[in-house]
């Protein structure tokens, strides 16, 4: 029997409309005050002054900081806290938007009440002070962020991503409105659909991996892999918005329980290098990353492919027929399937996999991997 040690303390709002109950949510919390954080695209979009008009309908008083961009850096959650702190005493933060603007209100909450700068809490726990109370408001189907106690933040200048987490980051209250990813972009939906799949087959396989986490990946997998091509084809469905939304959720939260693997190892490395989104490069990475796991996570694979109703009588193991399966959704969503598609030069590999080798996440794959290992990946997917 293996155990388990769980800790819940999210709050989960779902379904349509739920936005509405931003302000509440604030005020249940007993704050007036609010930072809301997002990004220039959610404003043109009009989600910015819904939350907005929510917050006010509660009574409370709202800054808003808009400047977030995608792959949020030290610099940008700096400017942030600066905002934050001329905008007199806060009370509460909202991260609206994707994972940037999730993460990005992390690192203003960390910066804001423990001080520093984001390198002091790279790791997990570095924060010796109470933070804010604060609440994730997802609006694309993907990172789950809003279910996770860490932020990823990029240094400036190198763009190497930082993983800062403490429990006191983590939201105390999410919501899940599918009306607010109606807005995105067939692109946007089908990279961060993509990132969300791959968290669900991460985090099932992963050395931390417990029967809660995989719980969660089991049903992400399940929503995510049984909507993926409807999610893209028919974006004006609200129910199959919010399958996607509420799978991409479940991903977060078993990335919560058990971490991540070899696929985001080597992704970061790319999004640093040659400023590939990372949905785009995860994808890129996961099927020869499945492949390459297929020793030890045979049967796990198995139970993934049983559950999207792929367990065939193929001759091809589970590792192959679920690496073709993750090729198919890459090109049914239009997204590359080769490194060399998206720049990435072969002189390269050598340096990107002694990056990747450097990378936190790697230590939880299931299949140990060297220095040789990671360049071997990458040749694969060159």
Request: hydrophobic share 40%; glycine share 10%.
């Amino acid at each position: 029997m293996q155990s388990f040690d769980y800790d819940p303390t999210i709050r989960v709002l779902f379904g349509e409309n739920s936005v509405d109950r931003l302000g509440e949510l604030v005020r249940e919390l007993d704050a007036r005050r609010t930072l809301l954080v997002t990004d220039p695209g959610l404003v043109q979009a009009g989600h910015a002054e819904h939350a907005l008009q929510a917050l006010r309908k509660a009574g409370c008083e709202t800054a808003v900081f808009s400047q977030v961009e995608e792959n949020p850096t030290t610099r940008v959650v700096k400017a942030a806290t600066r905002f934050a702190r001329e905008s007199g005493p806060i009370e509460c933060i909202v991260g609206l938007g994707g994972g940037s603007s999730m993460d990005c209100a992390k690192g203003v909450n960390f910066l804001l009440t423990n001080g520093g700068k984001m390198e002091d809490y790279q790791g997990m726990g570095k924060a010796s002070k109470p933070m804010l109370p604060s609440l994730g408001v997802p609006t694309t189907a993907g990172t789950g962020s809003e279910a996770q106690s860490f932020a990823l933040i990029s240094r400036r200048g190198s763009h190497i991503k930082m993983a800062c987490g403490d429990k006191k980051a983590r939201f105390r209250a999410v919501i899940l409105d599918p009306g607010l990813t109606a807005s995105m972009p067939r692109e946007v939906a089908a990279v961060t659909a993509m990132d969300a799949v791959s968290h669900a087959l991460e985090s099932y396989v992963t050395t931390r991996r417990n029967p809660l986490s995989q719980m969660f990946a089991r049903e992400a997998w399940r929503l995510l892999a049984g909507n993926f091509e409807a999610a893209l084809d028919h974006p004006e469905d609200p129910e199959v918005r919010g399958l996607m939304l509420l799978g991409a959720h479940w991903a977060g939260a078993a990335i919560e329980n058990s971490m991540l693997g070899a696929a985001h190892a080597t992704a970061n490395p790319l999004t640093a290098r040659y400023d590939i989104t990372h949905g785009i490069a995860v994808g890129l990475m996961l099927p020869h990353v499945v492949r390459f796991n297929g020793p030890v996570a045979g049967g796990c694979y198995k139970e993934l492919l049983s559950v999207a109703g792929a367990c065939n009588g193929s001759e091809r193991t589970s590792p192959e027929r679920l690496s073709e399966h993750l090729v198919r959704f890459k090109q049914a969503a239009g997204l590359p399937l080769r490194l060399r598609d998206c720049g990435v030069l072969s002189d390269d590999l050598p340096l990107l996999a002694q990056q990747a080798a450097q990378q936190w996440t790697g230590t939880f794959n299931p299949r140990k991997l060297n220095q040789e290992q990671f360049i071997e990946l990458y040749e694969q997917a060159f």
